[in-house]
T-cell receptor, first 113, second 111 residues
Framework: EAQVTQNPRYLITVTGKKLTVTCSQN?????MSWYRQDPGLGLRQIYY???????DKGDVPEGYKVSRKEKRNFPLILESPSPNQTSLYFC????????????FGPGTRLTVT | RKEVEQDPGPFNVPEGATVAFNCTYS??????FFWYRQDCRKEPKLLMS???SGNEDGRFTAQLNRASQYISLLIRDSKLSDSATYLC????????????FGKGTSLLVTP
């Protein structure tokens, strides 16, 4: 089954404790992206990657890191999480080329206390 | 002006009604437009792409108005199961593959 998976789905952590949210897709998509979704603010892009070893900042990259060592994986790293990073996070992927519909993972609900 | 704007609603409509949402975008050079559906706390799922000539998929019709820079989604014969948030998405300025999403329009279809 074609899908984007994320782990963990739910995470409660404390300020400053490094964490990684994994994202994996099995559709051979070149493009992958991370979003956060907050009430009243909608979906905002954190980072994206056009292909292996190619990453770039989105609209709200501060406090986040990513890497793209393999085509299928695009982990999101929070080196020192803070309470303002409490949010619902989505990973998405797509082919590169028109009309490049993006497919989303199920989401990770992160709470930083 | 925000890149992508939607009326947040909520739109409360009775079953069987026709409802339409608009979404305005600021980048006149945008080439790709989409409507996504998002159920509460779930991931957005592609509902339909929006083509220049307009397109229809069953009860759903999407249209693009380049002159006025908006896209629309029309839902005919609304079902209870259509209750969701509808997000429009437009490709970002200077970043062909990244999408800007609207904040979504909430639809509640009532019996």
């Amino acid at each position: 089954e074609a899908q984007v998976t994320q782990n963990p789905r739910y995470l409660i952590t404390v300020t400053g404790k490094k964490l990684t949210v994994t994202c994996s897709q099995n559709m051979n998509h070149e493009y992958m992206s991370w979003y956060r979704q907050d009430p009243g603010l909608g979906l905002r892009q954190i980072y994206y990657s056009m292909n292996v070893e190619v990453t770039d900042k989105g609209d709200v990259p501060e406090g986040y890191k990513v890497s793209r060592k393999e085509k299928r994986n695009f982990p999101l790293i929070l080196e020192s999480p803070s309470p303002n990073q409490t949010s619902l996070y989505f990973c998405a992927s797509s082919f590169v080329g028109q009309p490049y519909e993006q497919y989303f993972g199920p989401g990770t609900r992160l709470t930083v206390t | 002006r925000k890149e992508v704007e939607q009326d947040p609603g909520p739109f409360n409509v009775p079953e069987g009604a026709t409802v339409a949402f608009n979404c305005t975008y600021s980048n006149s050079a945008s080439q790709s437009f989409f409507w996504y559906r998002q159920d509460c706390r779930k991931e957005p799922k592609l509902l339909m792409s929006v083509y220049s000539s307009g397109n229809e998929d069953g009860r759903f019709t999407a249209q693009l108005n380049r002159a006025s820079q908006y896209i629309s989604l029309l839902i005919r014969d609304s079902k209870l199961s259509d209750s969701a948030t509808y997000l429009c998405a437009v490709n970002k300025r200077n970043s062909g593959y990244a999408l800007n999403f609207g904040k979504g329009t909430s639809l509640l279809v009532t019996p």
